[in-house]
C-alpha cells in the first residue's frame, strides 16, 4: 500500500470491510446471528475454517467481541460501536446490490441452504399461527435436498432433518422463481398459477403459509 493509501479513509475502512466474505459475515451479525453456526448458515458456501478466521480478524480490528456464554458450551459475537456503525454500509451495499443486480441471477446466487435462511429471516413474526404449522420445501433440481419450516408463535426454526411432526403444507419450487419471490419481484399466489410453485396441504395451512412468508426489506427499492 502506498503512503497515501496508509491515511485514505477509503483505504483504512476497505481494508477491513472490503475483504471477501467479510460483507455477508456482518450481515448475518447485524441481522443477529451470534453462535457461529447460526453465522455459518448465512454464508453457506463459506469454509468453517475461512469463517472462524474471518472472525478472529474482526475481533482483532475492534469490529466484534467474543463472549462466553454462562451455562453454555463455546461462544457468541456481539458487534462492537464500530462494527455497528457498519450497518449503513451494509445496507448501501444491498440497496445498490437490489437495484443494479437482483435481476440477473445466477446458479451461483441460487444455492438452496442459503435461499432458506434468507426465507427463514423474512417470516412475518406477526403472522406466525399460535398453534404449531410445519412446511416441508423441497426445490425440483435439488431431489434430496429438504427443509423444515416450523412456525410456532413466537419462534421460527428451520431444520435440515425432520424434526418428527406432522406436515401441514408442502412447497416444490423452481430455486430461482422462489428467489424471485423472496426479493419481491414475483408474488407467491403469482409464482403458484405460473407452476413455478405448487403447494400442497389444506387451504387453511395454505393460506396462513403465504400470510408468514415476507420479502427482503429492500423490497421496496427501485430496479435499474
Not at 447460526?38 to 475454517?49: F, T, Y
Request: a positive charge.
Amino acid at each position: 500500500m502506498t503512503k497515501y493509501g496508509q491515511f485514505c479513509p477509503v483505504a483504512l475502512g476497505a481494508e477491513i470491510f472490503a475483504e471477501r466474505w467479510t460483507p455477508l459475515i456482518l450481515r448475518e451479525l447485524l441481522a443477529g446471528g451470534r453462535r457461529f453456526s447460526d453465522i455459518h448458515h448465512g454464508v453457506p458456501r463459506m469454509s468453517r475454517n475461512l469463517l472462524a478466521q474471518r472472525l478472529v480478524s474482526l475481533e482483532r480490528s475492534g469490529i466484534i467481541d467474543k463472549c462466553a456464554v454462562p451455562g453454555r458450551r463455546g461462544c457468541e459475537y456481539q458487534l462492537t460501536e464500530a462494527g455497528r456503525a457498519l450497518g449503513a454500509v451494509v445496507d448501501a451495499l444491498g440497496t445498490w446490490g437490489y437495484r443494479w443486480a437482483s435481476k440477473d441471477l445466477t446458479e451461483e446466487h441460487l444455492d438452496p441452504d442459503f435461499l432458506m435462511w434468507a426465507l427463514r429471516r423474512m417470516v412475518r413474526r406477526e403472522e406466525i399461527p399460535a398453534k404449531r404449522m410445519v412446511a416441508l420445501f423441497r426445490f425440483r433440481r435439488e431431489a434430496k435436498r429438504q427443509y423444515w419450516l416450523v412456525l410456532k408463535q413466537p419462534d421460527v426454526d428451520l431444520c435440515l432433518l425432520d424434526p418428527g411432526f406432522d406436515v401441514d403444507v408442502e412447497v416444490h419450487a423452481e430455486t430461482e422463481v422462489l428467489a424471485r419471490v423472496c426479493l419481491g419481484q414475483l408474488q407467491l399466489l403469482q409464482a403458484v398459477k405460473a407452476g413455478g410453485i405448487a403447494l400442497s396441504g389444506a387451504p387453511r395451512h395454505r393460506r396462513a403459509l403465504c400470510e408468514c412468508l415476507g420479502v427482503t426489506r429492500f423490497a421496496g427499492a427501485p430496479t435499474a
